[in-house]
């Protein structure tokens, strides 16, 4: 029995009808037969039971062995290089972390994009803390981590000295290709590998997002436990699962004419799972002139700003609802909890309000969302985890990536590959002057004369 709850009581019969009609089941076994489209990319599947549990001890040495003081880590990556640990990160530690007192590590992300000023302020920001760079890149060639990392490592060996920031620095990458590589072979870095068969957008439960995650003293095999039970749930005779019916929804709402899957949550610090997420089924499905545009919704601040639009705008939109039960902070190992406090005063004309939780109110908000939206013709499931923690996060990473599987299946579309990113690269390495592209700098720049 798996603890992921997917809600579909309030679907027309209709939607229902069509998704029982399809058949995920096929998809499942495809990817775990390596039959599927793209198989030769399907190295994720699996990977915690496979690998994931003896690298991450693996991991864990390496910290113990650690011969420098940090306290803040530093990713740079950008895309599934960090997306996933930013998730992570985002949903697990205080939103104030560098203003609260706290023993963990900080941490802190660069290379995710190309700004100067940004840049500069993560500069500013390491001049305080003594720092761990861990640079992750599987092609160990994309430009915005390439640059950000060169800035750094020069920022690095002007303080530290070559030495002591060699030993600041861990890169994440391929096993032998690429210039990361190269640059870590030449400069003595520590390295850990990420496998040939596991691409950028499904790689968070491998060394990408292992080896910041337990930097920053997360539990990291808690995350692989939760990620294996979704593989062993689906594994041998499955024939229901919230995963093969999630994937059946999203692709009988697309058949059904909608073009684009919001996923909302009542939680922020659920921002960056629906980022992760957006990137993941967005560079998986959208190719070939097809698939689900993935967004994403945060409430009860979007309702406030995009929530007029799903309510009575273009009817486009098939909602996933992301929840916890549990999401309360803890401190301490004690479960934190606000209630609206009771005043003499009643003027605002919250009395009905008083003495009740918080979530109690967030819950109201989401569960009228999801009514309402309902009522304006956008069709809406529910997902719930138990517990927002390490065990749940993993086995929500394991969940969607193989929900994106079946659906790019059902979609006839190669999950793994992504090659329409490659158009802005070829221009940006033109314009740049880069060796190589000079016949298309000259087209270019005559388009754009
Ligand atoms: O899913 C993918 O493969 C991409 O989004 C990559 O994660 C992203 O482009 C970063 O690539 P790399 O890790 O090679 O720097």
């Known amino acids: 029995m798996t603890a992921i709850k997917l809600n579909e009581k309030l679907l027309e019969p209709d939607l229902i009808a069509q998704a029982d009609a399809l058949d995920p089941i096929e998809h499942l076994e495809a990817l775990r037969e390596k039959s599927c489209l793209g198989a030769e990319f399907t190295g994720w599947w699996d990977y915690p039971q496979q690998h994931g549990f003896a690298l991450e001890?693996?991991?864990?040495?390496?910290?113990?062995?650690l011969d420098v003081t940090y306290d803040l880590v530093l990713v740079v990556g950008i895309g599934?290089?960090?997306?996933?640990?930013?998730?992570?990160?985002?949903?697990?530690l205080h939103s104030y972390q560098g203003l609260v007192k706290s023993h963990q590590p900080l941490i802190?992300?660069?290379?995710?994009?190309?700004?100067?000023?940004?840049?500069?302020?993560?500069?500013?920001?390491?001049?305080?803390?003594?720092?761990?760079?861990?640079?992750?890149s599987k092609s160990g060639t994309t430009t915005e981590p390439g640059v950000a990392f060169r800035i750094l490592r020069s920022y690095l060996e002007n303080r530290f000295g070559k030495e002591e920031a060699a030993r600041r620095i861990v890169c994440t990458t391929d096993a032998n290709a690429g210039a990361l590589r190269q640059v870590a072979r030449e400069e003595g870095y520590k390295t850990f590998s990420i496998p040939d068969d596991v691409g950028g957008r499904f790689s968070v439960l491998t060394a990408v997002g292992l080896v910041p995650l337990a930097l920053l003293k997360l539990?990291?095999?808690?995350?692989?436990?939760?990620?294996?039970?979704?593989?062993?749930?689906?594994?041998?005779?499955?024939?229901?699962?919230?995963?093969?019916?999630?994937?059946?929804?999203?692709?009988?709402?697309?058949?059904?004419?909608?073009?684009?899957?919001?996923?909302?949550?009542?939680?922020?610090?659920?921002?960056?799972?629906?980022?992760?997420?957006?990137?993941?089924?967005?560079?998986?499905?959208g190719k070939e002139g097809k698939g689900l545009f993935p967004a994403g919704m945060v409430f009860t601040t979007d309702l406030h700003s995009l929530g007029q639009y799903v309510q009575e705008g273009e009817r486009r939109f098939f909602e996933t609802f992301l929840s916890f039960e549990n999401d309360r902070p803890r401190r301490n190992g004690v479960e934190q909890q606000l209630r609206v406090p009771t005043l003499a005063a009643k003027g605002d004309g919250l009395t009905y309000l008083e003495g009740r939780p918080l979530n109690e109110i967030n819950n109201a908000a989401m569960q009228g969302t999801m009514l309402a939206h309902t009522d304006g013709k956008v069709p809406s499931i529910g997902l719930q985890w138990p517990v927002l923690n390490e065990y749940n996060l993993g086995s929500l990473f394991a969940f969607f990536e193989t929900a994106c599987a079946i659906s790019a299946g059902m979609l006839?579309?190669?999950?793994?590959?992504?090659?329409?990113?490659?158009?802005?690269?070829?221009?940006l390495f033109a314009l740049l002057g880069k060796p190589g592209s000079e016949a298309l700098r000259a087209k270019l720049k005559e388009r754009m004369s």
């Open 57 to 65: 001890q693996e991991i864990q040495t390496y910290i113990r062995d």
């Open 412 to 427: 006839a579309v190669n999950a793994f590959d992504q090659p329409g990113v490659e158009a802005y690269k070829q221009n």
């Open 219 to 285: 539990d990291t095999k808690a995350m692989l436990e939760g990620a294996s039970r979704i593989f062993q749930e689906l594994s041998g005779d499955v024939t229901q699962h919230p995963v093969l019916r999630y994937a059946a929804l999203r692709s009988a709402a697309y058949r059904s004419g909608k073009a684009i899957e919001l996923l909302s949550t009542n939680n922020p610090k659920l921002t960056y799972i629906v980022e992760w997420w957006k990137q993941l089924f967005g560079e998986s499905e």
């Open 108 to 136: 802190a992300f660069a290379g995710h994009h190309i700004s100067e000023t940004q840049l500069i302020e993560v500069i500013e920001m390491l001049d305080k803390r003594l720092p761990i760079v861990n640079i992750i």
């Open 80 to 92: 599934g290089s960090y997306l996933g640990t930013r998730a992570v990160t985002e949903a697990l």
